[in-house]
């Protein structure tokens, strides 16, 4: 294992915030506009796909970064410090909110905890998918 600078609790904790506002505000507005429907009800199912493509195909695209990891100077790596592949944030994205869907959110919480706690600061999707969360390289 080739985990070096793992990223914490509170800054994984702070990208995901910024990731809500940054996409998500602006997805609930694009969903009201298209759905005319306030409480989103019906926009619910596009909103939870475009946020599950933005999650697989972005840090694809950026080297591991979303909008909310790049401000916050953190990004998603594979276990041997490679760039993330389709593949590994497919499994990264729709195992861990399958898993944290059964569970009804306890896994995220433990998920959570773990990132707390762990040497490693893995969380269970990490663990699935073979990835750990990285401060940016020298001069990136």
């Known amino acids: 294992m080739d985990i070096h600078n793992p990223a914490g609790f509170w800054i994984r904790l702070g990208a995901a915030l910024l990731d809500g506002l940054v996409i ?28 599950a493509l933005y999650g697989i195909f972005l840090p694809v695209y950026w080297r591991g970064y979303v909008v909310g990891k790049k401000v916050c100077g953190i990004r998603i790596v594979k276990i041997d410090g490679e760039d993330v592949r389709i593949g ?3 499994i990264r994205v729709l195992c861990g909110a399958f898993i944290y869907a ?31 969360v990285t401060y940016n390289r020298p001069g990136e």
């Open 102 to 132: 059964i569970t009804l959110g306890i896994a995220a919480i433990v998920s959570g905890i773990m990132v707390g706690i762990r040497e490693d600061k893995r969380s269970i999707h990490d663990l699935i998918a073979g990835t750990y």
């Open 88 to 90: 590994t944030m497919v």
């Open 24 to 51: 998500g505000i602006p997805l609930s507005i694009l969903s009201f506009v298209i759905t005319g429907d306030i409480d989103n009800s019906s926009g619910d199912g596009w909103i939870n796909l475009l946020s």
